[in-house]
């Protein structure tokens, strides 16, 4: 291959074409170290820059199996999605007509007749999306819960008189649903156990909010305890905390870069990602989803050609990306990342949100689940409102970027400091992951997430149906394609007391509707089989079961290039 080409593999990783009938990756090129074990399905529609599981990979890098799979939308599928939002459209176009000559009621916020000469409050013609497509679905969101959202939880009831537009609660309470949606992986959102005691002594010892900043009069001995322990989990030098887990991202990256810098980011990443790149005032550009190739060639590009008109080096180039992907269930090529953060002097940002605690034989993340050394990350990010069941985020590193940090972050200096009970759960919870407790609940929590999600994982794809993601990651989505089965698959599984997410466009392009499941250490086997017995029903009910692989790919294994070619 060309020094050009797309295909073209880190640190030259050795390659070799196939001959002789062997099954042969898209490029025609099989790994020689190890490779992904896939059965060849019949050949189905592919969106323009969709994932691909056959994108070759530094293997060598790896010291453990890296299985991802994206099966492909059916074509019959992509088409008839396609011709339900067509149809959708259309009867919307028709209902915006009656409803501007009156003949429809409307209840939607637009203009008084006085106001139509200034500048409009409402764009119209913006939120033809919510007022047509997602109105239709609405119920599927937003249910009030009335008990901790552990392993199971209590839904308060609802009605809407008037197709969703508003919702009358009818004062009943539909017991013990089971919480298949809620990113409680370890299941330490509870109100009973050392973690629940902890945080309501720390109530009565400091009360629940403390009204100031850090910088003024918000820093406790608590919130240093919080920071000393979070650095000796992570393996840094030291760790900010701070109260809200968005603005982690979203204010704390305008503080590391700005005019002069380059942000190359994940097609993928979340919003507040996206939020503090762009009021960094960086210049942003964005690779494909976990595509080393891309990232690579835009790293070479901005070195070789520099800042726009100018052409001088860029002041910064940092790479943002997420361990855990929480719409697609992948995890982040790590490994190969560094090496290339490495090669071209970059600087990394890794959003731990959804991994922290989730991966890694001690739950420290991907860092931990690779076997890499923390201080190849030089900004580790993470939240603590997933698997410590609290609230906030914190940014990890050398002592030197915290304390800037701590005098140039608007996160810090002006938002609130975080509550004394919530930092005490996070405390209390991580020294069990951390095994300081004296006791072996940790490492059985993590044991158990591992456990039920390979369970989980393989249930599904026995069932046939089509599941997005790593096969160690605890976000499971469930592809849903079509938009009116968005809806009834909420309903249905809340019908059978089963409680999910449902997602659909604009969160996900508009051909991979889905539902999302996340998995939790809570849920027991009887607890994931009821699940696992109502998401066959309402699938075959729906016509769900879209996979066309076989059901021994459920076993998908790590083989050597001699294992495949036998095949």
Known sequence: MTEGSPNKLLNGDACHRASNGKPMTKNGFLKKTHCFCQQHAPKKYRRPGDKNQNVPYNAS???????????????????LTYMGYGILTVFGYLRDFLRQWNLEKCHVARERDEQKDFVPLYQDFENFYTRNLYMRIRDNWNRPICSVPGAKMDLMHRVSPDYNWTFQHTGQVVKDVINMGSYNYLGFAEKTGACAEAALEAAHTYGVGVSSTRSEMGNLDIHEELETLVARFLGVEATMVFGMGFATNSMNIPALTGKGCLILSDELNHASLVLGARLSGSTIRVFKHNNMQSLEKLLRDAIVHGQPRTHRPWKKILIVVEGIYSMEGSMVRLPEIIALKKRYKAYLYLDEAHSIGALGPNGRGVVDYFGLD????????????????AAGGYIGGKKDLIDYLRTHSHSGLYATSMSPPVAQQIISSMKIIMGEDGTPLGAERLKQLSENTTYFRQR???????????????VVPLMLYMPAKIGAFGREMVKRNIGTVVVGFPATPIIESRARFCISAAHTREMLDTALAAISEVGDLLQLKYSRRQKTLSSLSWKSEESLLQD
Not at 61 to 79: D, G, I, S
Not at 374 to 389: H, L
Not at 460 to 474: C, H, T, V
């Open 374 to 389: 923390p201080k190849d990350v030089d900004i580790m990010m993470g939240t603590f409102t997933k698997s410590f069941g």
């Open 61 to 79: 890098l790896y010291k453990r199996p890296f299985v991802e799979a994206f099966e492909e939308t059916p074509l019959l599928v992509a088409v």
């Open 460 to 474: 599904l794809r026995e069932m046939g149906f089509i599941i997005y993601g790593n096969n160690d990651s605890p």
